[in-house]
């Protein structure tokens, strides 16, 4: 009896390692897949005027303040979990242990729009699906900002994935965006620029910035990736609470963090200060956007 369990113990212990060993490769052959992207380059300017959008747009896309790469570009870490994965955003200075010192203009393109490095490999938990649809002026601004930080010496470890992580890979369960290339059109043409008007196409163009929380449908419901027993997204469709708001309300609430029914936002969950660096068109635009949505029930 004895020997036949050590047998079937055995026999199964066979099967977890041999099963580890294919997701093991499996996920590998993804994370270390090669695209090789065309991309046209875009106009850097470098005045100052340019440089203050540019300083203005990082923060409405979530490029730094207190997101992924941190206030001084110098990155941050994003997760440090055995099991989930290590991921470091790395240090876009100048500085020591810079991933981007040695960077095309092209290679930003592709690292922002399309989720690779020069060599074409995936970058990790990078959402540049948020960014694809970015304008060539915008990214522009955006990118010469970036190169006119101040060097920071930060020497990042690379980021990896743990077994978990991997798991959540291969069965496209992770809350967050793991290889955002796999899911770009990278045949699609961004715009050259995108006139800021008080119109819903427009605002369309910025509710990129609300979907990372809200989800693409704007429908709301549990943020991914946020700690456990935070509070859901709302739902921004005509079927939620900005149904009974008016546009002063809402650019009240998304400037002073207060709704009209007097709930006070948690800038940790919804990071209304963002705002502050809005337009009056923008925002406008935005609320225009979501009115002409259909409504939609929340997650």
Not at 27 to 46: F, G, H, T
Not at 90 to 98: F, I, R
Not at 104 to 119: A, L, Q, T
Not at 144 to 157: C, E, G, M, T
Request: glycine share 10%.
């Amino acid at each position: 009896m004895l020997k036949w369990t050590g047998i079937v113990l055995a026999g199964l212990i066979g099967v977890i390692v041999l099963v580890a060993l294919v997701g093991y490769f499996m996920s590998n052959r993804r994370l270390n897949k090669r695209y090789d992207i065309a991309v046209e380059p875009i106009s850097i300017p470098s005045d100052a005027t340019n440089l203050e959008e540019g300083r203005r747009l990082t923060v409405i896309r979530g490029c730094g303040a207190g997101d992924c790469h941190t206030s001084d570009f110098g990155g941050g870490v994003l997760l440090d979990d055995p099991l989930i994965g290590h991921i470091y955003p790395p240090n876009l200075t100048s500085g020591a242990g810079s991933a981007t010192a040695g960077y095309s203009i092209e290679d930003w393109v592709r690292s922002v729009r399309h989720g690779v490095d020069p060599d074409g490999k995936a970058l990790l938990i990078m959402p540049s699906s948020k960014y694809a649809g970015l304008s060539d002026e915008e990214l522009g601004l955006i990118v010469a900002y970036i190169q006119s930080l101040p060097p920071i010496d930060h020497i990042q470890p690379e980021s990896q994935l743990g077994p978990l992580g991997r798991v959540l890979l291969l069965t496209d369960q992770a809350p967050l965006p793991v290889l955002s290339t796999e899911v770009i059109d990278h045949d699609a043409t961004a715009p050259k620029s995108v006139t800021p008007v008080v119109s819903a196409d427009f605002g369309k163009y910025m509710v990129g910035v609300c979907q990372d929380c809200h989800r693409q449908d704007l429908t709301g419901g549990p943020i991914p990736g946020a700690a456990p027993g935070s509070p859901p997204a709302a739902n921004l469709t005509p079927s939620g609470n900005l149904a009974n708001w008016t546009y002063e309300q809402f650019a009240t609430t998304m400037r002073t963090g207060l709704t009209p029914e007097n709930k006070v936002l948690d800038p940790l969950i919804m990071p209304w200060p963002v705002a502050l660096e809005m337009t009056d068109v923008e925002l406008e635009a935005i609320w225009l956007y979501l009115s002409s949505l259909s409504p939609t029930s929340a997650n």
